[in-house]
T-cell receptor, first 112, second 112 residues
């Protein structure tokens, strides 16, 4: 298995609070991604990174921000969590854009 | 617009029966094609991929998939399903230097 960890694995938070999810990789892959998974929608890209300090928006980026200060870490922040952001969040990595991605175990986030 | 369609939301097959999961895509460029499997509570695991060459590709766990350019399809097959194959399956399409898009998934139930 690719060396990808996500923390926390589960989180319950209240509407309006900030939340940060962490993805850590040991594969030294250039590209890192954050997806959300919701029933009936498959996986939708939130943001991705193509290098340290280099990030770009995905399909569903509103309400989310990201940061990548080191190759191995990619943070996803919900500045003010809303109930619509209740979801399972997956981090993924790849060597090149468009090539196969390897996924972390996911973080289940519940916003009450 | 770029899209990936998995027409079957849920499929039930008997153990030992053959399986075919459908995937159609709409992309302007020649895509990279992938199938992933997700067991409950787990991340996504890559089953197989197609980049170029032989249009019939073999993957892990006895799965194979065939790329048909004329039909814009990449269907996943297995000759004899095992109870452990029960999971959700995602087709994904990537384009070089661009994002990967996922289908909404097909949930497979295996009857004893």
């Amino acid at each position: 298995d690719a060396g990808i960890t996500q923390s926390p694995r589960h989180k319950v938070t209240e509407t309006g609070t900030p939340v940060t999810l962490r993805c850590h990789q040991t594969e030294n892959h250039r590209y890192m991604y954050w997806y959300r998974q919701d029933p009936g929608h498959g996986l939708r890209l939130i943001h991705y990174s193509y290098g340290v300090k280099d990030t770009d928006k995905g399909e569903v980026s509103d309400g989310y921000s990201v940061s990548r200060s080191k190759t191995e870490d990619f943070l996803l922040t919900l500045e003010s969590a809303t109930s619509s952001q209740t979801s399972v969040y997956f981090c993924a990595i790849s060597e090149t854009q468009g090539s196969e991605q390897y996924f972390g175990p996911g973080t289940r986030l519940t916003v009450t | 617009a770029q899209s990936v369609t998995q027409p079957d939301i849920h499929i039930t097959v008997s153990e030992g029966a053959s399986l075919e999961l459908r995937c159609n895509y709409s992309y302007g460029a020649t895509p990279y094609l992938f199938w992933y499997v997700q067991s409950p509570g787990q991340g996504l695991q890559l089953l197989l991929k197609y980049f170029s060459g032989d249009t019939l590709v073999q993957g892990i766990k006895g799965f194979e998939a065939e790329f048909k350019r004329s039909q814009s399809s990449f269907n996943l097959r297995k000759p004899s399903v095992h109870w452990s194959d029960a999971a959700e399956y995602f087709c994904a399409v990537g384009v070089r230097n661009n994002d990967m898009r996922f289908g909404a998934g097909t949930r497979l139930t295996v009857k004893p």
